[in-house]
């Protein structure tokens, strides 16, 4: 007799923003993980992956004011650098769209609320 044993996976889908400005990367502090990281997060419901890209980049630090990188908007539409895939845990996994955005403007101001959270 044998037994088989079947693992749910448990998979996300997520974004990550590399924004750039005057030849530096954007990145934050996360508390948690103990690093510096660019910014991003999780789709949520029917979003497109640029929609959750900006979403994202404005609930973190602000932002408002991006473009996505030419580079990645072939075809008329905003296509990610990459895809990620980021293993969690053994049953959770993320599938990470990667996309360069740069600042519109040449000063950013970042969100004084996020700033202070801890």
Not at 27 to 56: A, C, D, I, Q, Y
Not at 94 to 101: E, F, G, K, S, V
Request: charged fraction near 25%; glycine fraction near 6%; proline fraction near 3%.
């Amino acid at each position: 007799m044998y037994l088989l044993i079947l693992t749910i996976m448990n998979r996300h889908f997520t974004v990550t923003a590399y924004i750039r400005n005057n030849n530096k990367i954007l990145l934050m502090f996360h508390t948690k993980l103990n690093k510096w990281l660019p910014l991003g997060g999780h789709m949520e419901g029917s979003e497109l992956p640029e929609e959750t890209v900006l979403r994202e980049v404005q609930e973190e630090s602000g932002i408002t004011d991006l473009t996505f990188d030419t580079l990645s908007t072939e075809l008329g539409m905003i296509q990610p650098l990459g895809l990620q895939r980021n293993i969690i845990k053994a049953d959770h996994e993320h599938l990470d769209l990667i996309y360069i955005l740069s600042l519109m403007s040449k000063k950013a101001k970042i969100c004084a609320g996020l700033a202070k959270r801890k």
